[in-house]
């Protein structure tokens, strides 16, 4: 079953404007993480948040993390056309010794140029 | 620096012949490895995950089985593929149990079942 679901499915948005995910998921995590497809390619990984974190940076990229409410959202400012993709928040739960990742269906994004 | 290996891209396969599908990680030893499937548009579904060689755990009932011959090595087959076995399927990998590690994807492999 999906641990994290995303929210929008599907987002467009303008060239230079924000976008925003979010992710919420259902139990105890190690870390969750957001991850990056383009269409019809491996994923790949873009930032990680560790459970005792509540905000990380990297680039353009700044991610929340709310353990009480078992939510995430990513942020993308000033977004490109380039930044078009899919994206995919992944749980490690805290009970799987194998350091399992479970994902959630993902945010289409598009950004028009 | 680690590397993982997918293939092949595409396949068309005739529904009731087999199926492999191998993954091959360098550059990092005891490695977590997973297969993925993906629906068109959609998340991905955990198929099956690995913690060690000949260790395999299956996430959900399925025409398709697993297998570790060898620590970096991570085999996907099915002795006779049905046409909802149709997807994208995707190798992965990551570091130990306990560790904060990212998941390493390989290029995924378009099966297409005719």
């Known amino acids: 079953s999906q641990q994290g679901e995303e929210d929008p499915q599907a987002l467009s948005i303008q060239e230079g404007e924000n976008a925003t995910m979010n992710c919420s998921y259902k139990t105890s995590i190690n870390n969750l993480q957001w991850y990056r497809q383009n269409s019809g390619r491996g994923l790949v990984h873009l930032i990680l948040i560790r459970s005792n974190e509540r905000e990380k940076h990297s680039g353009r990229l700044r991610v929340t993390l709310d353990t009480s409410k078992k939510s995430s959202s990513l942020l993308i400012t000033a977004s490109r056309a380039a930044d078009t993709a899919s994206y995919f928040c992944a749980t490690d739960d805290y009970n799987n010794a194998g350091n399992m990742l479970t994902f959630g269906g993902g945010t289409r994004l598009m950004v028009k140029p | 620096s680690q590397t993982i290996h997918q293939w092949p891209a595409t396949l068309v396969q005739p529904v009731g012949s087999p199926l492999s599908l191998e993954c091959t990680v360098e550059g990092t030893s005891n490695p977590n490895l997973y297969w993925y499937r993906q629906a068109a548009g959609r998340g991905l579904q955990l198929l099956f995950y690995?913690?060690?060689?000949?260790?395999i755990s299956s996430e959900v009932p399925q025409n398709l089985s697993a297998s570790r011959p060898q620590d970096r090595q991570f085999i996907l087959s099915s002795k006779k593929l049905l046409l909802s076995d149709s997807g994208f399927y995707l190798c992965?990998?990551?570091?130990?149990?306990?560790?904060?590690?990212?998941?390493?994807f390989g290029q995924g492999t378009r099966l297409t079942v005719v």
């Open positions: 690995s913690v060690g060689i000949g260790q």
């Open positions: 992965a990998w990551s570091g130990a149990a306990g560790l904060n590690t990212e998941a390493f």
